[in-house]
């Protein structure tokens, strides 16, 4: 069986006190799978973010990627993830090539290697006749397939991005969701979306992981997820879901 | 694959490291107003306190100097020292800028050890303060204040010396500031403090005859010994006192903020600003 490229099991963190930002959260994320991270606001899906990026440690339970548990192999469960973070994280007064080099190095890409594949990303993203324009003068749409350009220029095998379309337009949005589709199909990469807007989700191909109050409430492919659920669509599933009821309640109807 | 941790071999280090410091030095390159409020700050001092200080102020005969000295000769070393006490300072609120507007995680996704990643930055913002120190010696000399001629090159491992221990105390308070609008305050209770109550002015034996305390005090800071081993470099001269005062301070400043950035404490413990 293939080692998942995202493995997460059991995972439970506290920020202090009582309450659990997650619980018992455990799923899996396959090569060349697209799965979204589905939850409303304050779901916990930035706590997740920053436990499967080391940022934050966990106070029970394991993040592994590709087999490396991020808690006791950093390096190498980081050497295999790309991050694209909710907030914006480039500097503005780079240039985009300047921005990329600085990324490339920081996974010890000398400037030879690391040109080559800034012109392959960039110009898969048709951006690359903007490589030498400071970030300040392009839009968020333009900033934001930087920044994907950037977190592949390491080849990763997990791509991790944390509401990537916040803030964008619609066209903007299908690019960005038609370009990380097309990385999951081609190159087998894969894939952990989170967002909480439901129209980003293919209801055909695409996994999905519904988190709600910290702890997964459905799992798996979307068709699964619904018939599950007993909806017809992912939109239901996640009002059904999601709903602010009694968790007895949604067990139940569940 | 040769290797040595992490899979990126010692070339891939050192490939990092001079990412991380390039970046640091082209962020300040790009932005003018900085490098220039680097160098008005030392400048003013220079030109309009030490001009109206020299008649005030008569200074004894103290080593590393072996004849009376302007008073603008002394204070020198304490400008460089400002130059870098306040490049610490901006290499903290950059720090933390970059924390809360979330830059700071890019470098912490890189596969390398977080205690090396962070050393990196710190030694990309001493470089940043050599850069600013080479300009303003160039003017110091251009406004024609003797020093000696290979003073620029003796001076340079006092510099990264006391560059890294002011970095590293800018990043052990980026790491204890949570919030960007704090920051005003560490100006004042850190910054005016560490300078006002050093050598970088008056020379302890001065504050010794103002009174006992001051002169305790100015004796303990760190910041004294820092300007004091830039004094004595600038001479060709090492002081040992000095030397040992500033490598100790470095190295507990820099422990306490490689443990300040642990993951188990997360970036600071905050929860993340959304969902």
Same mark, same amino acid.
């Given at each position: 069986?293939?080692?998942?490229?995202?493995?997460?099991?059991?995972?439970?963190?506290?920020?202090?006190?009582d309450?659990?930002?997650?619980?018992d959260?455990?799923?899996?994320?396959?090569p060349?799978? /697209?799965?979204c991270?589905?939850?409303?606001?304050?779901a916990?899906?930035s706590?997740?973010?920053?436990l499967?990026?080391?940022?934050?440690?966990? %106070?029970a339970?394991?993040?592994?990627?590709?087999?490396?548990? &991020?808690?006791?192999?950093?390096?190498?469960a980081?050497?295999r993830?790309?991050?694209? /973070?909710?907030?914006?994280?480039?500097?503005?007064?780079?240039?985009v090539?300047?921005?990329?080099?600085?990324?490339a190095?920081?996974?010890g &890409?000398?400037?030879?290697e690391?040109?080559?594949?800034i012109?392959t990303e960039?110009?898969?993203l048709?951006l690359?006749?903007?490589?030498?324009?400071?970030v300040?003068?392009?839009?968020?749409?333009?900033r934001?397939?930087?920044?994907i350009?950037?977190?592949?220029?390491?080849r990763p095998?997990?791509?991790?991005?944390?509401?990537?379309?916040?803030?964008l337009d &619609?066209?903007?949005?299908r %690019?960005?969701?038609?370009?990380?589709h097309?990385?999951?199909? @081609? @190159?087998?990469i894969?894939v952990?979306?989170a *967002?909480?807007? &439901?129209?980003?989700?293919?209801?055909?191909?695409?996994?999905?992981?519904?988190?709600?109050?910290?702890?997964?409430?459905?799992?798996?492919?979307v068709?699964?997820?619904n018939?599950?659920a007993?909806?017809?669509t992912?939109?239901e599933? /996640?009002d059904?879901?999601t *709903?602010?009821k009694?968790?007895?309640?949604?067990?139940?109807?569940? | 694959?040769n290797?040595?941790v992490?899979?990126?071999?010692?070339?891939?280090?050192?490939?990092?490291?001079?990412g991380?410091?390039?970046?640091?030095?082209l962020r300040?390159v790009?932005?003018?107003?900085?490098?220039l409020?680097a160098?008005v700050?030392?400048?003013?001092?220079?030109?309009v306190?030490?001009?109206?200080?020299?008649?005030?102020?008569g200074?004894?005969?103290?080593?590393?100097?072996?004849?009376y000295i302007?008073?603008e000769?002394?204070i020198?070393?304490?400008?460089?020292?400002?130059?870098?006490l306040?490049?610490?300072?901006?290499?903290?609120?950059?720090?933390?800028?970059?924390?809360e507007? =979330? $830059?700071?995680? !890019?470098?912490?996704?890189?596969p390398?050890?977080?205690?090396?990643? #962070?050393v990196?930055?710190l #030694?990309?913002? !001493?470089?940043? $303060?050599v850069l600013? !120190?080479?300009?303003?010696?160039?003017?110091?000399?251009l406004y024609?204040?003797?020093?000696?001629?290979?003073?620029? #090159?003796?001076?340079?491992?006092?510099?990264?010396?006391? =560059?890294?221990?002011?970095?590293?105390l =800018?990043m052990?308070?980026?790491?204890?500031?949570?919030?960007?609008e +704090?920051?005003?305050g560490?100006? +004042?209770f850190?910054?005016f403090?560490?300078?006002?109550?050093?050598?970088?002015?008056?020379p302890?034996y001065r504050?010794?005859?103002?009174?006992?305390?001051?002169?305790?005090?100015? $004796?303990?800071n760190?910041?004294?010994?820092? !300007?004091e081993?830039?004094r004595?470099?600038?001479?060709?001269?090492v002081d040992?006192?000095?030397?040992a005062?500033?490598?100790?301070a470095?190295?507990?400043?820099?422990?306490l903020?490689v443990?300040?950035?642990?993951?188990?404490?997360?970036?600071? $413990?905050?929860?993340p600003?959304?969902?």
């Open positions: 069986m293939t080692v998942p490229a995202l493995e997460v099991e059991g995972l439970r963190h506290s920020y202090g006190g309450r659990f930002a997650l619980e959260v455990g799923f899996g994320v396959m060349g799978a /697209f799965t991270l589905l939850g409303p606001n304050g916990g899906k706590t997740l973010f920053a499967a990026t080391g940022l934050l440690r966990p %106070t339970g394991h993040v592994r990627i590709h087999g490396h548990d &991020i808690a006791d192999e950093p390096g190498k980081l050497a993830m790309g991050v694209v /973070f909710q907030q914006p994280t480039l500097d503005l007064d780079l240039t090539a300047q921005n990329l080099r600085y990324f190095a920081l996974h &890409i000398g400037r030879r690391a040109d080559r594949r012109e960039l110009t898969r048709s690359f006749e903007r490589r030498a324009e400071k300040r003068a392009l839009n968020g749409g333009h934001r397939r930087v920044e350009a950037r977190a592949l220029l390491h095998a997990l791509l991790l991005l944390d509401e990537p379309t916040v803030g &619609i066209p903007a949005r %690019t960005l969701i038609r370009h990380v097309a990385l999951c199909a @081609d @190159d087998g894969a952990l979306w *967002t909480h807007l &439901i129209d980003e989700i293919d209801p055909a191909t695409d996994h999905v992981v519904l988190l709600h109050r910290g702890r997964v409430r459905a799992s798996g492919p068709a699964a997820v018939e599950q007993g909806c017809a992912v939109a599933t /996640f059904r879901l *709903t602010a009694p968790l007895a309640d949604v067990e139940a109807a569940a | 694959m290797s040595l992490n899979g990126l071999g010692a070339k891939g280090w050192w490939v990092a490291f001079q991380i410091v390039a970046r640091e030095v300040f790009h932005q003018r107003e900085r490098f409020g160098l700050r030392p400048l003013v001092w220079l030109f306190f030490a001009a109206g200080f020299r008649a005030a102020l200074i004894a005969i103290i080593p590393p100097y072996e004849t302007p008073y000769v002394y020198v070393p304490g400008l460089i020292g400002m130059i870098q306040f490049n610490g300072m901006q290499g903290s609120l950059s720090m933390v800028y970059d924390r507007m =979330g $830059s700071m995680r !890019v470098l912490l996704t890189s390398l050890p977080r205690g090396f990643l #962070l990196a930055r #030694l990309g913002g !001493v470089v940043v $303060s600013q !120190v080479a300009a303003f010696l160039l003017i110091v000399r024609g204040i003797d020093l000696p001629a290979w003073a620029p #090159l003796t001076v340079l491992p006092a510099l990264l010396l006391n =560059g890294l221990m002011l970095g590293a =800018g052990v308070l980026a790491s204890t500031i949570r919030q960007l +704090n920051f005003a560490v100006m +004042n850190v910054v403090p560490l300078f006002f109550l050093s050598s970088a002015l008056y302890l504050m010794e005859e103002a009174g006992e305390l001051l002169w305790w005090l100015c $004796s303990l760190p910041f004294t010994h820092g !300007v081993l830039i004595f470099a600038l001479y060709g001269q040992g006192q000095a030397l005062v500033v490598t100790g470095t190295l507990l400043f820099a422990a903020a443990r300040g950035y642990s993951p188990a404490r997360g970036m600071g $413990s905050r929860a600003s959304a969902g």
